[in-house]
């Protein structure tokens, strides 16, 4: 079968948000645009008042300037308004922050069916997985550089999750912050020296090609017209988001979503490799 | 203190001889204690400055749009193809295309002659540059360097002395019916600390045998600032002591302005009776005494662990290049960013506040209206300040910091954009109703206004601490901070420069080419910054030396090609600016009047250029507030504050104050402007 990338890939997401793929992607463009209506709509009007009245008053000896040191329920009007605006905007996201963030939220994820390790260094990911026990600093661990790979975790043609896939990585460096940024799942968490911080995701995706192709990305497989999906090795780019150094730019990590059988199949020729390998010292 | 100013200090003074005896050159235009003379210094250092922060941003754009390695586009794969080749020769032909492009005029100079690549592949090598040989392309140090110092002196270099040091120097005095500031010689000494600040900053651009300098960011954060290696090394120490010093010549800044507002006001000059400049000039010193002496704090400690084997923020176990580093452990990494950002979230209003102030002032001139709401402005203004202390972690939501304190921080965050909201709604207020002459300082003003909107509602965004995992560290934090200092802070001081040019020089700017240069500067500067945001949207992260390399980069080359060059058109529409500035200094059409602009406050009352001690004789008597325009009760549009308005306009003195009539030294207004 041809491979062959759609069209309106990458051009497509060009003047937007890219697509979105892990659970609380969604709720954090609901926010953005949230967000973006309310900004909007200021933005524009002040614009227009300040334009109006540039023309309006522009300097005519015919007429005085009006003689005013301002109007008190203006002031109150125009404080209260925005803050009740900012401050419901602000409650609002305060859930949402805690799902992605706070290990004693009731959303944050009980459970993690996969946990890796990631050691960041000058310029390159370290990714440990625990192999076949399930136990990271164990001897079946091993180790890949620059790939992260993943159980997806399915969701049926109305978008809702038929089990859970839940990754923790455990974030750490070993020379200077780096920051791991995974735009299409909205994650991002600095791998900071002398402190193994926590990020979990999952990687949604449709257990048969949706009709409005909102899964439309990475290396899938496209019919000839490059129109119907028709399997997905997804893989999407990992960037590193903070300032480490010369190779900054270049800390390119790929994440592969793959079905749970797949991945189980690949983690355990690995896992018993570096388990032999352990063995033969 | 209370709201009058000891008289007879000014008495003693003024007997002292001021304005009366010669000082020689040295004394008067170099090493000098006059507040207008250091003022002045600062602007012409800060325009110098500018220009060199300027070509450093060009160079990173330039970076940014053209980095090495560009493939051979889509045309000429076909064009090659149409001439029949395929196959190896195909290969062979693409090889030899070069689409690189080195940075204009000087990458050659600096990075050594650019060659083709048949030459390059053949084994050639150029003649070698400035700092060594790239072929010509700016290499991955050197686009660090250039954005790290192009903030840092843009900020520490241009925008801070330029608001606090040329326009608080000169205005305050002058606005406060002040002969100078409090400490002048502390105020000399302030700006020659500056001055070192300056060529260390600079030097460290050279002091590096390997070409490198600071290039850790202007947040520097360690370890990779802190531990010593060939990236950060003789540069990034002098960066850090450069830091120091210029901090330490804040801090003698800012307890002179001080001293200055609360002990030297003009009699009958209250602190509500101040103009907004004085009022956001004061603030801003509160700001900057507090907060500079824990930058510099932030910066010893990165000393001492850089060379005296401290670790401050070094964790155990750091292994750089394959070898633990010695001195680590027993710090902490995060230890840096709250005290960086402790500092450096207050500095960012530190160079908005005055810039708010200055152009409070010449929309309230240039539309002949009283300000509207006074009070809530100086409120919000200090709601800003005051706020601003407590926001500092927004810039930490994925640093690994408790997630609790996100939330925290991200309410004070949202909390701080109501007071920037309430001061647009007040200029909005301040303009309805108006008689609004479109001078470049207003122009300038206006441009302020409308975009700063912009830069704080980003600001919104990224306050939004969910929102903020997808943005922070990409393109559009740096949309939102032009969009505040460029948009913001650059024009209020343009709006600042036209406005108060023909006080400080006696002579006037040319208005056409004033405008000239606001449209030019307006049009590109969104040209440059506006698509940022949306690049952002798209992640693209700040500080990459090159999108080649990510497929997700690739559809943004010709938004970033567009964005480099709105920059070099935004780059040569400021020389409009230096040829009016510097044209006019020396041919400019010669100042008639001393209020040209009819405008309230005390620096109009005295003679232009203003002499030493400012006033002739004493002080002026303050009977009102500043923004008295277009009083009913006064025949004239505008009340100066030196004059009781009964005696000047013979209105109904039912606005008069109580106060006596005295005779000031004052000019008397000229007859109404023909605008
Ligand atoms: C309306 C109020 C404002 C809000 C709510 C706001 C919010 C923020 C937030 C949340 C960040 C951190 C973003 C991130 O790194 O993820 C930020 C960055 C920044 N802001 Fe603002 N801001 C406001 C106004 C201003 C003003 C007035 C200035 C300067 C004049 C300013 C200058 C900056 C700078 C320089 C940075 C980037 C620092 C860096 O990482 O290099 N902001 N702002
Ligand atoms: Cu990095
Ligand atoms: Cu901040």
Redesign the pocket.
Known sequence: MQQVRPPEFGEAWKWWLPPHYSSFGDEVDTLFHWIFWITMVTFVGVELVMLYFCFKYKRNPARKATYTHGSHSLEVAWTIIPAVILVALGVASTKTWATIKNPTDSDYPQEFQTTVKIVAQQFAWNVTYAGDDKTLGTDDDFTETNILNVPFEPIDAEGNATTEENVRVMLTSQDVIHSLFIPVLRVKQDAVPGYLGNVWFDVQRMTSPGPDKKHLTGDSRYSEDGRTLIDWEESYEIACAELCGLGHSQMRMQLKAVPRADWEAWSHTKSAAAKARAAAK | MSTTAPAPAHADHAAAGHGHHELPFLRKWVFSTDHKVIGLQYLFCCLFTLMVGGLLALMVRWQIAYPAGAKPTEEQVQELRSRGLTGAELDAELAKIDNDRPFPILGELLWGEHLEPELVNAGEVGEAGVFGNSNGMMPAEWYNVAFTMH?SVM?FLVIIPMLTGAFGNWVIPLQLGAKDMAFPFLNGLSFWTWICAVLILFASFFVDPAGIGAGA???SYPPLSDVVTPTAGPGQTLWCIGVIIGGTSSIMGSMNYITTIVNLRAPGLSLFRMPLTTWAAFITSILQLFATPVLSSAMAMLLFDRHMGTSFFLPEGLIFTGETVPNAGGGQVILWQHIFWFY??PA??I??LPAMGIVSDVIAVWSRKPIFGYRPMVYSMSAIAGLGFV?WG??M??SGMNPVLGTTFMIS??M??LP??VKVFNWLGTLWGGQITFSPAMLFALGFVSM?VI??????Y??NAPF?IF???TYF?VA??HY??FT??VMGIFSGIYHWFPKMFARHMNDAWGKVHFWLTFIFMNGVFFPMHIIGLGGYPRRYASFRGYDFLAPYEGMNVFMTWCAILLGLSQFIFLANFFGSLLFGKKATSDNPWHANSLEWSTQTPPPHGNWIGPVPTVYHGPYEYSNPNCKEDYAPQWMPMQTIYGGSTAAAPAAPIVATGGTPPPPHPAH
């Open positions: 903030a900020i960011g202007w947040t450096s979230h960012v209003y160079m908005i926001v927004h810039h939501f994925q965050t949202i701080i954009a920037s909201a700063f830069g704080g509602l980003s600001g919104i990224m306050a903020d943005i922070h560290d934090i939102h901070i505040v200092l913001g802070s």
